[in-house]
């Protein structure tokens, strides 16, 4: 009995919020530590190629590690790359205007012979000393006896020119192509630029050119085969290649490729305690790439001195923290254990990246503190970011030894990115405030430059790498933010824009379902998003929360007095106890909805809350009325389940829930009744003491009322009276029944607030 007492007070301890809070720091600094001191101590003074080794040297773990050229890899690495790069064929424009020119001589010779007064004999033979070629007699005699010669010639340069077009190359460079090349080809133009690149296979070869004429010639002259052996025979002699091979610019594009490549270094292994460097010898190359390779892996350790050092650091910024949210927070803020994790999560890994950055080439200016800030200023607000941006910019400074300059410029950058991204409603806005931060750590670069009295050159650099740092900063916050927000279930001004679009299915569900809620919730937006700001407070997540605080009313719109149609009340045949439960359910139903679509536990908060534990006064007078007599009617039976509302956003949509609800039964909606049904709700629940969990004050009341107020009468604006259509009356007749039945069910709708259902 004893024992399991023990368990559930040591249980109770341990899941209180702020021990769990501890907890988390605890591991937090843990987790630091492990990652700055698991790596045992290797040789941590600095050696040199050629130095005398003063102490034995041994691998602490097996590893791999790169040293010496791979001559023979190297040079196969450097052919592959050479045959990589396509062939450069130049596209000869002189040698086919030549053979086009040519075949039009050769048919001008026809056509000036075919009709003169001369034998066949004769003509073919001054038609074969004007061509200068041997062609066959029984071809010329044929085409002399041709009647159209000229679309012979047509169709024949037509060929041509589509043997052009496929690329017609020699046999002895197409064979060198195919023996030394990658298998393509680039094609440039007459102009020297490069006009089209194709796989060699595409290229006209010198055995396919008798079968591509053919193919050719039959698109011309596809019934005419004697002809098209004509065209075919006159192609052919005067066809010549048109691609030839571009050798010089082939091999400068070649070296270019190869003087890209790498030298490819040999793999070395080195088991676990194998000796490095041996006390007293000279340490050569080999030994110098061992041991970069190993520092490269794993961080030196450092001296017992200097860890009790860093732990008495982190408790003095620890105490620096308390100090500095005790006045600033009016909350504890270890009572938040999900705040605190975001917070050490981001400040764990704002470490993590700052030692990457100090072990890369890039200057330590390069840190994008600001991401950090920005990060924690949209999920925490402005003191938690301000607090962490200066406490990690001071220890990061000493641990790399930056002095005041280094977190001089972190804290800058960081500072005007928190200023710039404030109340950021737009992701566009997260990348413009890196931006300025960046600008704002070139800024600060320049101002210790010259206080320092460094040339431009130091301007330049660094400065330049303190843009890049803000600009980094910004995809970082962009990258992380939706991260968090999944994570730890929290909700910024951006998702909550989102969740604010009326095309959420949601809203477009309760549009549909229970219009008349819909347009309560609406109307309550409009109220908490006015008031909200006339108090302080966070107007856009009270629109937003207003919007879904009566999604649970959607499986029973109809039970609900602003979604009847005409049809009378659902409760009219319902006892006031199970009306009662039906109305309460609403806000069970709610959070079951928003827990489905997986809204922000802050939303479900405005759900749960809208009306905290107040009473069903309406039906709670119903049951006493019809309770027999001597019944005791408990209260506790037609109140709401609660909680009472937390926040002050919270506060603000009860009110004005209540407010718009009621404002709707007002007949006369005029300035002075207005005015006095604010006052009546909000007194009401503030007697009721449905105001005592959040922080309003007396003042923030009176503001909140004032506020609706004008909101309501704009709402209830008067309006000119129309002439009515004199016809119209005539046509239209009111009875006494009538004007009855509707005094009736005015009086009817005063007695039900409609704030109750």
């Not at 298998?183 to 006009?195: H, W």
């Not at 824009?497 to 299915?505: G, Q, R, T």
Request: glycine share 6%.
């Amino acid at each position: 009995m004893k024992t399991s007492i023990k368990t559930k007070n040591i249980i109770e301890i341990v899941s209180r919020k702020e021990n769990i809070s501890i907890m988390l720091i605890i591991v937090f600094i843990a987790a630091v530590f492990v990652s700055m001191f698991m790596s045992p101590q290797i040789y941590q003074w600095s050696v040199h190629e050629g130095d005398i080794a003063l102490k034995n040297v041994y691998a602490p773990y097996d590893f791999a590690y790169y040293w010496e050229v791979d001559e023979t890899q190297t040079g196969k690495a450097k052919e592959v790359a050479a045959r990589s790069v396509p062939f450069m064929l130049r596209h000869d424009k002189i040698a086919e205007e030549k053979a086009l020119s040519e075949t039009d001589r050769f048919f001008q010779a026809i056509v000036a012979e075919k009709d003169r007064d001369l034998t066949p004999e004769e003509k073919i033979a001054v038609i074969k000393t004007s061509i200068e070629k041997e062609f066959p007699e029984k071809t010329l005699k044929a085409l002399l006896q041709h009647p159209d010669i000229v679309a012979i010639k047509d169709k024949t340069r037509n060929v041509l020119k589509k043997t052009f077009d496929s690329g017609y190359i020699n046999e002895e460079d197409l064979e060198y192509i195919k023996e030394k090349g990658s298998g393509r080809v680039i094609i440039i133009d007459e102009k020297g630029t490069l006009s089209e690149e194709k796989p060699v296979e595409d290229l006209l070869q010198p055995q396919e050119l008798d079968d591509a004429l053919k193919d050719f010639a039959l698109e011309y002259f596809s019934d005419d085969r004697k002809t098209r052996q004509f065209t075919e025979n006159v192609a052919l002699m005067y066809l010549k290649p048109n691609m030839t091979l571009d050798e010089e610019r082939t091999d400068l594009r070649r070296e270019e490729a190869v003087k890209d490549i790498e030298p490819i270094y040999k793999s070395w292994t080195v088991q676990k305690n194998e000796l490095i460097v041996e006390k007293g010898k000279r340490v050569n190359a080999r030994h110098i790439a061992q041991l970069v390779q190993l520092r490269s892996i794993f961080r030196p350790g450092t001296s017992p001195a200097f860890f009790i050092g860093i732990l008495m650091f982190f408790l003095l910024l620890g105490l620096v923290a308390f100090i500095y949210m005790s006045f600033t927070s009016g909350t504890n803020f270890l009572k938040e254990p999900k705040n605190v994790s975001m917070t050490l999560l981001s400040v764990f890994m704002m470490l993590m990246i700052a030692d990457f950055v100090m072990r890369s080439p890039q200057p330590s200016y390069f840190i994008p503190m600001a991401s950090m800030g920005m990060t924690l200023t949209l999920l925490l607000g402005f003191n938690v970011a301000f607090l962490c941006t200066i406490l990690v910019s001071v220890f990061i400074s000493m641990l790399i030894g930056g002095g005041v300059n280094l977190a001089f410029v972190l804290i800058v950058g960081g500072a005007v990115g928190m200023f710039v991204i404030k109340g950021a409603r737009r992701r566009a806005r997260i990348l413009w405030a890196g931006i300025i931060a960046g600008v704002a750590k070139f800024l600060a670069i320049v101002c210790i430059g010259l206080i320092n009295g460094m040339g431009v050159d130091f301007f330049i650099k660094d400065g330049i790498w303190g843009i890049a740092s803000g600009l980094f900063s910004g995809f970082i916050v962009m990258g992380l933010l939706p991260v968090f927000e999944h994570i730890f279930k929290v909700s910024t001004n951006i998702s909550l824009l989102e969740l604010s679009d009326l095309n959420h299915p949601i809203l477009k569900k309760l549009a549909i379902e229970a219009p008349g809620t819909y347009h309560h919730s609406i109307m309550v937006g409009n109220l908490a998003e006015v008031a909200s700001e006339a108090v302080g407070a966070d107007s856009l997540r009270a629109r937003v929360g207003a919007y879904y605080h009566d999604i649970g009313k959607i499986p029973k719109a109809e039970y609900f007095s602003e979604n009847e149609r005409g049809s009378g009340s659902r409760h009219a045949k319902l006892a006031p106890s199970m009306s009662s439960l039906i109305i309460s359910k609403h806000v069970k139903d709610g959070i079951e909805i928003a827990k489905k679509h997986k809204l922000n536990n802050s939303i479900i908060d405005f759900i749960a809350q809208h009306h905290g534990d107040s009473l069903i006064a309406y039906f709670y007078q119903k049951a006493i009325e019809r309770a027999e007599e001597g019944t005791v009617i408990k209260e506790e039976g037609f109140r709401y389940p609660g909680p009472r509302p937390q926040t002050k956003e919270c506060a603000i949509v009860l009110l004005a829930d209540s407010v718009e609800a009621s404002s709707r039964t007002l007949v006369d909606p005029v300035p002075s009744s207005i005015r006095n049904l604010v006052k009546k709700i909000i007194n009401n629940k503030f007697i009721d003491g449905q105001l005592d969990e959040c922080n309003l004050t007396l003042k923030d009341m009176h503001v909140i009322a004032e506020s609706f107020e004008r909101v309501l009468m704009g709402v209830f604006h008067t309006r000119l009276n129309y002439p009515e259509d004199p016809k119209k009356n005539e046509s239209v007749t009111v009875t006494d029944d009538d004007t009855d039945k509707q005094r009736k069910s005015q009086q009817k709708n005063k007695k039900r607030p409609k704030e109750d259902q």
